[in-house]
């Protein structure tokens, strides 16, 4: 590789660059999770890694990339962990023993040690064990979802140290501040460490309990990716293929956890509609309006696979499997006409007894109107108005307004759509608010 400094210098930089943030993006999990089981400190991996990033940039650009980019990553930051140590305490027992073994992979010839870890092109082998690479991604994840943070630390840590996303990158897709992004990630990793919240898996009588917190941080994730909740795109599909790739290793690492295969569907369900819910100039095209043609079928077949994987354990569908198999309803249906609107009604009553919400409520009243009878529908969504329980939401009088149009109360309908336009932040579906407000004039 040229230098940075030559003729090509400033291509080869950019060319750098490149190549540094493909390794993280793809196994920064990894790197961070050894990392962090390696030094016992899950700050102090993070920070670390980090530093590692900014060396390789300048390094990478003067040596030429490594035969194993990975490898180099953890030994720099190895090293780099090493040093933190011995600025805290000379004569730390952490340190002696961590140098100690640093000085003996230094020592060993070969990519490979002796037991089989991986070594970073220049004979060191690294605290890298592969029998231990899915625990430590797995432990991770646990860590990142911790129920000692709040929602908006889980998910921004998650992204940042699972996910691999830069805070520039997560502060955009959720239309705030880099700085607060910044707080949050910092805070969260001072949370956790003064909660002394230990890097492994929780015990497997609370791996269960705390599953579920790191499925609803992937859920929040994919949800603000296929229908941002403001901005000027409908679809942020950086955060859905993140979404979508770390429950693919989550599946993948727990194979006997049905819900986990039953947000796996729901993901590769869902974005498989997602070519033809956008037209040409990014605006938002209806479900009846979509030309299925250009719907993903290979996901749709994954999604069909892995609902299939979390059915078959006959413990039946929790709430991400049942939210999938209204995926696989729609998935299935050559039309709109073609869709079976009473089984998906079923199925939302079932989704309404195991995690009641009145988003699940109006939903029901969606696909009730769709099966026919949208006086019965409006009646479900007057209950929800009735009691108050979306203030503020834009969805509320959207779906009135749908329904009293369909009963041809046309004043109101207009009315509800209005509203529903002024409290929307999305720009996208505004635009379509206010296309069936105007057609009802």
């Not at 890298?128 to 908006?152: G, I, K, Q, T």
Request: charged content about 25%; hydrophobic content about 45%; aromatic content about 4%.
């Amino acid at each position: 590789m040229p230098g940075a400094n030559g003729p090509d210098g400033p291509r080869s930089t950019e060319r750098v660059r490149r190549a540094v943030e493909a390794v993280w993006r793809i196994e920064s999990a990894r790197i961070v999770g050894a990392l962090a089981r390696y030094t016992g400190n899950f700050e102090l991996a993070e920070d670390v890694a980090q530093e590692a990033l900014a060396e390789a940039l300048v390094a990478w650009a003067r040596d030429g990339e490594p035969a194993n980019p990975v490898g180099w990553l953890l030994a720099t930051a190895r090293r780099r962990a090493i040093d933190a140590f011995r600025r805290r305490s000379a004569l730390d027992a952490r340190y002696a023993l961590m140098a100690g073994q640093l000085a003996e992979g230094e020592a060993t010839s070969g990519a490979l040690g002796a037991r089989g870890g991986i070594g970073d092109g220049r004979g060191n082998e690294l605290p890298w064990d592969p029998d231990r690479v899915d625990d430590d991604v797995l432990a991770l994840m646990f860590v990142a979802c911790h129920p000692v943070l709040s929602r908006e630390a889980r998910v921004a840590l998650t992204l940042r140290v699972v996910a691999g996303l830069s805070s520039e990158e997560i502060a955009r897709a959720f239309l705030v501040p880099v700085p607060t992004v910044q707080a949050r990630i910092t805070r969260a990793k001072k949370t956790i460490a003064a909660a002394k919240v230990p890097f492994e898996l929780p015990p497997a009588e609370e791996r269960r309990e705390r599953l579920g917190g790191v499925l609803s941080v992937l859920y929040v994730i994919f949800t603000e990716g296929s229908t941002a909740t403001a901005g000027e795109s409908l679809l942020r599909t950086d955060l859905t293929h993140e979404a979508l790739r770390l429950s693919r290793m989550l599946a993948a690492m727990l194979p006997d956890e049905t819900e986990v295969h039953g947000l796996l569907a729901l993901f590769e369900l869902t974005s498989a509609r997602f070519p033809a819910r956008t037209g040409p100039s990014g605006e938002a095209v209806l479900l009846e309006d979509q030309d299925r043609r250009l719907w993903d079928h290979s996901a749709i077949r994954r999604g069909l696979a892995a609902l299939d994987r979390a059915s078959g354990a006959g413990r039946g569908l929790g709430p991400y499997g049942l939210q999938a198999a209204i995926a696989a309803c729609h998935a299935q249906a050559s039309s709109i006409a073609e869709t079976d609107w009473e089984r998906i009604v079923l199925l939302y009553e079932a989704l309404g007894r195991v995690a009641p919400s009145p988003i699940v409520e109006l939903n029901r009243a969606v696909a009730i109107a769709m099966a026919g009878r949208p006086g019965q529908a409006l009646a479900v969504v007057d209950d929800l108005v009735a009691t108050d329980r979306l203030s503020g939401s834009h969805l509320l009088p959207s779906v009135r307004g749908e329904l009293l149009t369909r009963l041809g109360r046309t004043a109101e309908a207009r009315a509800e759509l209005e509203l529903a336009a002024r409290l929307c932040r999305n720009e996208r579906e505004r635009e379509v608010l206010v296309r069936k407000a105007s057609a009802l004039a």
